[in-house]
């Protein structure tokens, strides 16, 4: 049989869902002729045939309509603000959505709706009901409070199943509960081996950042610190580290060397050894569905005859899946040894030893294949990029406040040293380090969208009286960054970077009565299973940066300037108006071009003090 790509089968489907009215309505032509005898013009049926299906569309949306205030009314509630476009559909609102996305400042594209509306808003893009949201107290609704009647819906596991399958990031119910069942062990417990591992890296990392800086070049620390946690992740994950770190860096923009790393991205697979072809593969694979969550429920009409991320999964599947054979096997060979001596082979999986990877864990409770595999890329997934980003813009923000940096690198030198490496004891210790990095997660939160689909309909708090109605099978957007951002949950400073307010008094007037308005991990049941994963290696990692060098400078001129922030922003009240380079949000957030930055060795180094 043919196949038919994602793009064909949503217009086929559509065409069957529409096309059934027209044939009636010429059925019906025919059947009249023939039995009663009447005559109808040609024009007229075709006529017809047309008109019913915006009359169709008409009836049931008025009908929808109806259905859902009714409902609403009965239940004491009402429905939120509506976010009212121009154009048919509000298509005007899908187009200002998307256009935000690709050209604007990131959550711009709501911000005035949510001035004029309200946290909580309504938009009805062709028709549909949708839900948008910055209200932590909305937000508390559907991730704890009625954790059951909010899922990751449909459409966002349609755009993620060739990437992630049914991993506990992309699945629902009783398929969640076991993932996570199955991976919370392996992250309930600090294990000091991550240290190890981090040091390794970190130091590799490190090396390749003072060379660039001796010989006088600005780096990318975007792409740095993504290969940092990568190798990191592979190597914690499944234990086979790709080695990101050892290709070379990209140059600034206007360097005659160009990037040996980015021409190796171009290239064909076959000429690079495989463990660079899965990271560049997965990251491709990335890049698809992040497209695809960027337009919602059509994406497959993006990808008309075949689907995006196939070629990068197969690329993906080759390096891993003799990863997971090998880990089967000495799983198998353990057990053959264990029984012929007469041992019990029944592992306890709550029982980790202490350099145990992901997999060797995962391998204890499944011989499952495609649940390995789904499992380890989920968890890549989730805890790769969002890291990055963090460190990524710990680092904008300590290079245009350097009073903060210098602050930090004092709690660095007293608490940890000039040279040693830090300890778990330590990073608990530090509170200004983690204040820094919670103000960094406050104001580029590394997921700064995402949606939830009701099940069942219900309702939603309203600051300002009856609760809203919220239809079954709506889609609830929270908007984290708008939230993190706003002076009515954060104070008139909202907008200013300044980790002091995770320590002074203002911990008491607003997050400690609050505490959902501070949500970079998500809240309730789902709640980021790597959380203190991420702070121990982000924390390790600002610690030895911080060891090594003693200033960073922002280095806007290394990219090319089609990349800076439009002139325009310069005159935005808030950070828009200071950026100094480009956010943008796919599945997180990530700067455009890079953060291109230079640092100054420290003296305590130089002296060997
Ligand atoms: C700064 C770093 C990180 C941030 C800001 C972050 C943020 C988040 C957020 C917002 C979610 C919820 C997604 C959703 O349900 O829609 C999430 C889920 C998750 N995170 Fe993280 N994360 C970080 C690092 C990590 C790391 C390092 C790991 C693993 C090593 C990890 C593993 C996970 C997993 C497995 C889930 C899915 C949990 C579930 O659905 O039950 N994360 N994270
Ligand atoms: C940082 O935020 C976390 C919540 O994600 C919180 O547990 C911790 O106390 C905060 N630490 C500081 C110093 O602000």
């Keep these: 049989m043919m196949k038919l790509g994602p793009g064909e089968r949503l217009v086929l489907r559509g065409l069957l869902t529409v096309g059934k009215y027209p044939v009636l309505v010429a059925s019906a032509a025919y059947l009249l002729n023939r039995y009663a005898g009447w005559i109808i013009p040609a024009w007229a049926v075709c006529l017809g045939a047309l008109a019913i299906i915006p009359l169709v569309v008409f009836m049931a949306v008025r009908i929808r309509y109806w259905q859902v205030f009714s409902a609403a009314a009965r239940r004491g509630a009402i429905i939120a603000p509506q976010w009212r476009g121009r154009w048919l559909g509000n298509l005007d609102i899908l187009y200002l959505v998307l256009e935000g996305f690709r050209n604007g400042y990131p959550g711009d594209f709501s911000s005035d709706m949510f001035s004029e509306l309200g946290p909580t808003i309504r938009f009805n893009v062709l028709w549909d009901f949708g839900i948008l949201t910055c209200d932590p107290a909305v937000i508390k609704t559907i991730l704890a409070t009625e954790f059951q009647n909010y899922e990751k819906g449909e459409v966002f596991q349609g755009q993620m199943k060739t990437l992630l399958g049914t991993g506990v990031f992309n699945s629902n119910g009783d398929m969640w509960k076991w ?16 240290f190890e591992l981090f040091d390794r890296h970190a130091e590799v990392a490190l090396n390749k950042m003072s060379e660039r800086f001796r010989a006088g070049y600005a780096i990318d620390f975007q792409d740095l610190v993504s290969r940092f946690t990568l190798d990191s992740a592979t190597e914690f994950l499944f234990g086979a580290c790709v080695h990101s770190l050892r290709s070379m860096l990209p140059f600034p923009h206007n360097t005659s060397t160009s990037s040996p790393f980015a021409a190796v991205t171009m290239s064909p697979v076959s000429e690079q050894d495989a463990a660079e072809a899965f990271a560049t593969a997965f990251t491709a694979a990335e890049h698809v569905c992040a497209e695809r969550a960027m337009v919602g429920a059509i994406w497959p009409l993006l990808e008309m005859r075949k689907d995006k991320s196939l070629a990068h999964m197969r690329v993906v599947d080759r390096y891993l899946r003799p990863i997971l054979e090998e880990a089967l096997r000495k799983k198998a060979r353990r057990e053959h040894v264990e029984k012929a001596r007469g041992m019990k082979t029944d592992e306890e999986a709550d029982d980790i030893e202490e350099s145990e990877t992901l997999l060797d864990h995962l391998v204890k409770l499944t011989s499952d294949l495609t649940v390995l595999h789904d499992e380890v890329l989920n968890i890549l997934l989730a805890g790769r990029d969002t890291t990055a980003t963090t460190l990524t813009f710990a680092v904008y923000l300590l290079a245009m406040h350097p009073d903060v940096l210098q602050r930090l690198r ?6 940890v040293g000039p040279k040693q ?20 997660l406050r104001l580029y939160p590394a997921v700064p969208f995402n949606i939830r689909v009701s099940v069942n309909e219900g309702l939603l708090p309203n600051p300002d009286g009856k609760p809203f109605y919220v239809p079954a099978k709506v889609g609830v957007s929270y908007s984290v960054w708008a939230m993190h951002r706003r002076e009515e949950y954060w104070g008139p400073d909202a907008q200013e970077y300044d980790p002091d307010r995770f320590l002074d008094e203002r911990v008491n007037k607003y997050l400690t009565p609050n505490p959902f308005i501070f949500l970079p991990f998500n809240a309730g049941p789902r709640i980021c299973l790597g959380q203190q994963f991420a702070y121990n290696e982000m924390s390790f990692f600002l610690i030895k940066l911080l060891q090594r060098f003693s200033a960073i400078d922002l280095a806007p001129e290394a990219i090319s300037p089609s990349m800076l922030p439009p002139k325009e922003w310069a005159s935005a009240p808030g950070r828009k108006g200071k950026e100094k380079f480009t956010p943008k949000s796919h599945l997180t957030l990530y700067v455009t071009g890079g953060m291109w930055v230079r640092m100054t060795e420290a003296e305590e180094l130089n002296t060997g003090l």
């Design 421 to 440: 490496r830090p300890t778990y004891a330590d990073i608990k210790e530090m509170r200004y380090l983690r204040a820094v990095i919670n103000e960094t």
């Design 410 to 415: 004092t709690e660095v030198l007293e608490k």
């Design 179 to 194: 993932h996570r069942s199955m991976t919370r062990p392996f992250f309930s417990k600090d294990r000091i081996s991550h």
